[in-house]
């Protein structure tokens, strides 16, 4: 037994959980979950195994049933889920429908006997066109989880309510995703919360202390490299998560170096 007892970590989700806007040099993304998995295993006496069945754009429907038997399947003690933050983003959702989704699947995953490391996403509607709609319904949504969790076997994550999130050199250049400095925040507050040390080589109190960054104008550029390939995809039923597979289809060890 490890020192925090998991051994076999599966991630599951959409563009936030499989790391969108943390790409490495060779292409490849990151992300917060694989921040997490390292985190683990550097904190373990036994090899931590993980996987990440996310894919970007997917509504939590589709999450529910491509990716959760998938996850049991591989009995795992500990699994990651974040969903909601698509559907929220359509012209119409059922906020409490989308709460009542999720606290379905969580009891799947609880029956299955893994622990569930439950994720409200971090808000980036400072920086986003027809942000106070995402604001609202955000924190709609965040608020209707945070009245049923905590609760045994599941750690609630509250990525919406942190501040320090909103600054925008967490944020990548489509300001819609993460960057590799707010992945390696959420990572921190993942592990904070299962009580497992953060790794002190990302310097996350060191980027947290230092002055704001600053604000950027939302130029011609931005909507035509950003915005419109997004309201392109949604006029015509498009996903920028079609035909992709998993990054990291089936348990994997985690190597410690990083």
């Known amino acids: 037994m490890t020192?925090?007892?998991?051994?076999?970590?599966?991630?599951?989700?959409?563009?936030?959980?499989?790391?969108?806007?943390?790409?490495?040099?060779?292409?490849?993304l990151r992300g917060w979950a694989d921040f997490v998995a390292l985190g683990l295993a550097r904190a373990s006496a036994e090899t931590v195994s993980y996987a990440n069945l996310a894919i970007?754009?997917?509504?939590?429907?589709?999450?529910?049933?491509?990716?959760?038997?998938r996850a049991i399947a591989m009995g795992p003690d500990l699994v990651s889920f974040n969903g909601g933050g698509n559907d929220i983003m359509r012209p119409r959702v059922s906020i409490d429908g989308v709460a009542d989704r999720l606290d379905g699947a969580v009891d799947r995953l609880r029956?299955?006997?893994a622990h569930v490391?439950?994720?409200?996403?971090?808000?980036?509607?400072?920086?986003?066109?027809?942000?106070?709609?995402?604001?609202?319904?955000?924190?709609?949504?965040?608020?209707?989880?945070r009245v049923r969790y905590p609760r045994?076997?599941?750690?609630?994550?509250?990525?919406?309510?942190?501040?320090t999130l909103a600054d925008l050199r967490y944020w990548s250049v489509d300001r819609l995703h993460l960057n590799a400095l707010g992945h390696a925040r959420v990572a921190s507050n993942v592990l904070t919360a299962l009580d497992v040390p953060v790794p002190d080589e990302w310097g996350i109190d060191?980027?947290?202390?230092?002055?704001?960054?600053?604000?950027?104008?939302?130029?011609?550029?931005?909507?035509?490299e950003h915005v419109l390939p997004w309201i392109g995809r949604r006029l015509t039923g498009r996903s920028s998560g079609d035909g992709r597979e998993p990054k990291i289809a089936q348990l994997q060890p985690v190597d410690t170096r990083g």
């Open 111 to 113: 029956a299955g006997g």
């Open 206 to 224: 060191d980027v947290a202390a230092a002055p704001p960054g600053p604000r950027q104008r939302r130029t011609a550029a931005y909507y035509r």
């Open 117 to 145: 490391l439950l994720l409200s996403g971090a808000n980036p509607s400072a920086h986003i066109p027809m942000g106070s709609l995402l604001a609202r319904r955000g924190e709609q949504l965040a608020q209707a989880v």
């Open 3 to 28: 020192q925090h007892g998991f051994r076999r970590y599966v991630a599951i989700g959409d563009s936030f959980s499989e790391g969108y806007g943390d790409l490495r040099e060779d292409g490849t």
């Open 152 to 163: 045994d076997g599941v750690t609630f994550v509250d990525n919406w309510a942190d501040r």
């Open 56 to 69: 970007r754009g997917r509504k939590l429907l589709p999450i529910l049933d491509e990716q959760l038997d």
